[in-house]
């Protein structure tokens, strides 16, 4: 009899280890498309993977604003405190494995009467009192006692997992937490990507406005030299009044590059949780040095991707729920009782000779239901294959985003090299159209022309080394990157 007993347990305990391992990996063959084994346009860089990369800029404003950024940014405090509620979360989800166990006191107080229990009169002991006034009395006279109970007891719920319905729920929950978890990361990372992408837009356009001031000096320049020979005659009204249509030009460009720079600087202090002021930047010279690119393959995205890697966690928790869904067809068996004392005086509520207990076992089994246990198998199953489709479709677009900005860092150093020559070839043909005025062998408005150009090749260059700057950091992003959050915080 033990002997079969075993052989019994043996049995039921490989089925249920077996049972308990749902089918949640999938491999890159699964997904109908090829990784390829480099980049369609290759890395030139000898560096690994840049860790601190914003330490390459060598810049002490940029680091202290990033750090600002980490401390006291409302949005990463915010995405610190989705990170606790989703681990709560995840903890409640995955609960219902342990037993419940409750507390209680209670107290219970009744009146009865002898009369609810259908004894007549009859029972009440005879009078020496006369008959009709004995029969008098016990017609309005009725027996009654009071009974009072304290209880102090310890109440139990367990349902008892031996299909792995409830591990498979709790698998399923933390795999969901470690998942949402990666999403918060990166999106954390994405933050500090893009609120450093926001502060070199702040410098280009503190730059800009420095690029206009000293346009609007120089047009002041001209103005007043024109002005002067304009007033002994030897210039036209027409010199006179294209030099301060230049300067009045000046003026609105100026103002709209103020305006622009006090905007940028609003949402850096927003990004910072402080007041928006307008006035944050100090500095108005953009980084010559770039961080070299991570070489990377591209099937390491699927792991340098916190994002992408919790399409993978979201595969394996719908695998989970597969598993748990299936599970629900079976018969679930649940332990419960309660452990106390109950006894008529307070003073021995804690008294173990008054102890009291009861316990259950109950077998409970689906019969019908209008086939919804079944239609949440087919649903959970869909939502496995969705889940690896959305997997598919975030790779790809992964892909591209690197493949894209890969090309754009080229074609960025192909016209930064061109911007570089034409604004030496601007600036000497507007220093030769000046001497060429001042001799008198060309006219004012060659001399404009040629200022108005060398200044917007100049804002043109400011341009395109800030998104050389912004390109870069969004490689960084697109390569993949996290942002590690502080564990006892939960």
Known sequence: MRSSSSLLISILSIFINVSCIPRNKITSQELDFEIPEEWSFPIHSDGGRTVDWSA????????????????????????????????????????????????????????QNLSAFGFADSFLPPSNTDTSSAASNTASEVISFENKTYGLGINYQWEIDIWGRLLNERRAA????????????????????????????????????????????????????????????????????????????????????????SFISRQLQIILGEYPSGKFIKENQLPDNLPDIPNVVPASILKSRPDIYSFLLKIEASGYRIAQAKRNLLPGIFLSGTVGTSTKNYEDILDEDFGIWNLGLSLSAPLFNGNRLRSNVKIQEASFEKSKQDL????????????????????????????????????????????RYDKGITTLESVLNSQRQYNSIRSQNLILQRQSIENRLKLFLAIGGSLDFDSKNK
């Open 56 to 111: 390459y800029f060598n810049n002490h404003f940029l680091d202290t604003f990033l750090m600002k950024v980490k401390e006291q940014s409302p949005d990463l405090i915010a995405l610190l405190e989705n990170q606790k509620i989703s681990y709560n979360n995840a903890k409640i989800a995955g609960a219902n494995i342990f037993p419940s166990i409750s507390t209680s006191i209670n107290k219970s107080e009744s009146v």
């Open 174 to 261: 933390k795999t969901d937490y470690e998942a949402i978890n990666h999403d918060l990361s990166y999106i954390g990372f994405s933050l500090l990507v893009r609120s450093a992408i926001l502060y070199f837009q702040c410098v280009e356009a503190a730059a800009q406005v420095s690029l206009s001031e000293e346009s609007y000096e120089s047009l002041i320049e001209i103005r007043d030299l024109v002005k002067k020979r304009y007033e002994k005659g030897l210039r036209s009204s027409l010199d006179y009044r294209l030099s301060e249509t230049s300067v009045s030009t000046a003026i609105i460009e100026n103002e709209s590059r103020k305006n622009q720079l």
């Open 392 to 435: 598919k479709k975030a790779l790809l677009q992964a892909f591209s985003e690197v493949e894209q900005l890969l090309q754009i860092d080229r074609s960025l150093i192909i016209q930064i090299n061109a911007i570089k020559f034409a604004v030496e070839q601007s600036k000497d043909a507007y220093d030769l159209s000046k001497e």
